[in-house]
């Protein structure tokens, strides 16, 4: 099992250094924009070769660990819906909006109830990051329909 999915994490991982490599060059930035996918694709291709020659196998008992419960199931599907909604979401509305909505959202159905400090979090943390990202680091994230 652990050579088949370290095939497809290689294969996957080559794409991703594909497009990471055809990604636009900065001519006047310290850190180009193309460092961090770059190494994370070395990154999982490497461990991926890792898993490949792993010799360990699978008991009994940690193949009932594997299997996942339907109720499980459908919370890890409609997470999943949330970040794709969230993904659609964010050029439309912006950094801040979708983020704030995704980690409100995403919190409550997660079973988090304390409505006040969910508010204040998912207001304060993307505010500090658009801050941290557009105006120390000059990454400029999508302002979506806020001015700005």
Known sequence: MNQKISVFLILFGIGYLYLSYNLKE???????????????????????VLLFFDKSSETEEQKKKRSVPK??????????????????????????????????????????NRWVSNLLVSLIFPSVLYYLFNYLLQIRLPQGILPF
């Open 26 to 48: 900065y001519p006047y930035v310290p850190v180009d924009s193309d460092l961090v996918p770059k190494a994370l694709g070395y990154l999982l291709v490497g461990l991926a």
């Open 71 to 112: 109720k499980e199931l459908m919370v890890i599907l409609a997470v999943g819906g949330m970040i794709f909604l969230y993904i659609f979401l964010f050029e439309i509305v912006g950094f801040l909006i979708a983020t704030a909505l995704f980690i409100f959202f995403c919190s409550w159905f997660l079973g988090y």
